[in-house]
C-alpha cells in the first residue's frame, strides 16, 4: 500500500541499491547488525528506510511497529533527508519526520524519523533501551565522528539487552536492530571488532554504476584556493562542454564571495549586459525567478558556542580563518611535468577566449543555509544554463547533486580541531584525506564521464594527504572524551565498546582528574555529601561539559562564577587556553653589541641598531611594569588580564600588540573565545550570565581577591 509519485517510482528503479532490495532485507531479518557500504548516490539514506517501512517497520499492529530511526551526522542532511523520503512515500512530515536539536515534526504516528546523532544520544538519558524504535540506521558511519563512534558502541549493547529481554518475555520488548551505513568499504573497526560484536555482522556492498573520471592536478598548490576555484570554474565554463560544475570549498563566507563573483561575470544579467553592449540580443529567459541572487541571510548569523556544544554541524561557516599552506611543499620536477599536460590540456583548448554566452545558474550549499534553499540543489537549472553548485563538504557524501560532470576541489575543508595541550576547541581549515578526495571526485562520474580539477599538486596529494581521516576520537583530549560520555550517561567508560578504543590508562587517568576536579562523584566516604555514585557525573561536571576547553580550564569558570567575577575569569581562562600571548626578553634581544652579526655595516650604523634595541628594551621592561600592577602584586594571570583589558580598549590591532609586546594572533584568539565563552554562559546560564562586552573595567578589590582562588586552583592543577 505504499505509493510513490510516477516519476519517483521511474528514478528510484534505476538506483543501484533497489536492485538490491531482497538480499538487503534478508540480511536485515536474519541479523541484529547489518553493515551497507555504498558510494554515494547509490541510494543508501533515502531507500533502506523505505525498503523497512515496506516490510512493515515502523508500523502499528506490524511484527516491528518500532520506529525506524536514521541519525545523520549534519542537520542539514536530516531535515533533507526526510523531506525526500517523504515525497518518495507521498507521506506527511507527521509521518515521515525529523528531529534536530530546535526544530522537529515528529507526532505520535511517525513512522521514520531522521535525527541527528546528537538527538539520539541525548534520548539515551530518558530512554535507554530506546524502546520507541525498532531499528536505528547510523549512517555516514565512514566520517567517524566522536557521536557515531560513541552511539554504534551504546548501540551494540542495547541490541543485546533488547534481545535478552525479548527472549525472556519482558514487558513486551521487541528486538532492536542495527543498520551502520557508509559510503567507503573501511568499516573494519566495525565488522572485525570482537569487543563491539560478538559476531562479526555481514557487510553488503552495492556496486555503484560509476562512470570513468579523469583527474586533474595543479602543478603548484596556491595558498589563494578561492581565486584558484574561480579561475578553473571560468576555464571550464568557457572551454569545455555542458554539464554541472560543483565546487568543494571550506565555508559559508568563502561560498558566498565565491558565488557574487561569478554572479558577476557570468550571471544571467552579467550576460545580457555584456551582450546588450555587443548589440547582441537578449538571451532566452525560462524563468524570471531564477536569476534572484540567495543572499546570505543576516539573522541566520552563526552561534558558533551552540553548534559547537551540540557537536551536530560541523559546517559553521565561520569566516576569517587564517590559512598557511608551506609553498615549498611541493613541486618536485617530475611530477610538475606530467600536472602541466594537464593544465595545458585545459588552457590552449578553443584559445584564450575566456568569454561564454551561457549563463551560470550558482547555487551556494552549505549547512548554516535555510532547507528551502538547500533544496534548489536539486531543482534542475533552467534549459539554457550551466549549473554550477559551490559547496561545504556536505556535498561529499551526505547530499548527492544530479547532472554533475565537473568537480572543482580545493583539496581542503573545515573540520573540528582540538588542542590536546589546553582542549580548545576550533574549527581550521587543513587538508582533507585521499579518501575524501575520492569521494569528491567520485561527485562527477554520477550521470557520466567526468572530470575532477584538483586544486593542489600531485606531489602534495602524495606525501601529505592522510589516506583515510583520523577518528574524531583519537583526534581529541582523552580527558574531553570521558566528560562528554559521561554527561550523556555512560558511566562505564573504562570497559566501552569503543569501534576504536583510547588507550586504557589514559581512560583511568582522566576519571581520576575529572574526580578530582569535582566534576565525577569520589568514592564514597570520601565527600559529605554522596546524591551520586562513584564516577557518575556531578551538576558541576555537567556544567563543565557545556565548554570547548580543557576541563581543569572549564572548572575555573564555574568558580569564577560563583565569586561573581566571571567576566575576569573568561578573560583569563581564555588568555590561559590560547597561550601565553607575551613576547619575552629574550626574542627582543639582550641589547647590548653581541647579537648584531660584525658584517652589519660601518660603525654608525651599529650604534644605531645598539640605540634602538636599547630603546625597544626599555619600552619592554615598561610595558611589563604596567601590565604587573593591577591588583598590587605580580602574577601572570593579573598581567594576562591588564594586557588583554588593555587590548580591548584600545581596539585591538597591530600597533597596540607592538607596542605592548604581545603576539597579535595571539590576542585575536584571546578576544574569540572569551566571545565564545560569553555566549555559552549566555545561553546555558541566563541568570548569571554577564553579557559579553570586550571592554572590561579593571576589576575591584574583591574580584581581585576572588581571582586569587582561581590562581590557587589554577597551581594546583597544572
Ligand atoms: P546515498 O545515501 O547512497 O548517497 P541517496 O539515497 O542520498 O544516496 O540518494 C539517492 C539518489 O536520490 C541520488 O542519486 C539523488 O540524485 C536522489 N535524491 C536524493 N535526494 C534528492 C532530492 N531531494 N531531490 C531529488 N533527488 C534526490
Ligand atoms: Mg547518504
Redesign the pocket.
Known sequence: DVKRPPEVEE?RVL?P?VTEEQPIMEAIMLNPVVIIC??????????VPQFLFEAGFGSAGSENPGMIGITQPRRVAAV??A??VG?ELSLTSSRVSYQIRYDATVSPSTSIKFMTDGVLLRELATDFLLTKYSVIIV?EAHERSINTDILIGVLSRIIKLRENMWQEGKENIKPLRLII?S?TLRVSDFAENKTLFTTPPPVINVAARQHPVTIHFSRRTYPDYVTQAIKKTTKIHTRLPPGGILIFLTGQAEIAGVCRKLEAKFGRKAISEKQKRRGQGQPRRDNEDEDVWPQPDPKQSVNFAQAAMEAEDVDLGQDNLAFDVDGNMDGDADSEALESDDEDQLDTELGLDEDSNTPMHIVPLYSLLPSDKQ?RV?QPPPPDCRLVVVSTNIAE?S????GIRYVVDCGRAKERHYDVTNGIQSFQVSWIAKASAAQRAGRAG?TGPGHCYRLYSSALFEHHFEKFSIPEIQRMPIEGVVLQMKSMHIDTVINFPFPTPPDHYALQKSERILTYLGALAPAPGTSSVITKKEGQITDLGRAMALFPLSPRFSRMLVSGQQHGCLPYVICIVSALSVGDPFIYEDAIGRGDDMDIPASSGPDLIKSQAKEERQQLRKAFFQSQHVHSSLGKCTSDLFKLLSVVGAYEYAGGGQKFCAEHFVRPKAMEEIHKLRAQISSIVHSNFPTTDPGFTPKLSPPSDHQVAAKHCADGLRLTIV
Open positions: 528514478a538506483l541499491i555504498g558510494e554515494t548516490g547509490s541510494g543508501k539514506t533515502t531507500q533533507s533527508m523531506a525526500r515525497h549512517d551505513m559510503a533544496m536539486f557524501t547530499l548527492t547533486i544530479p554520477r
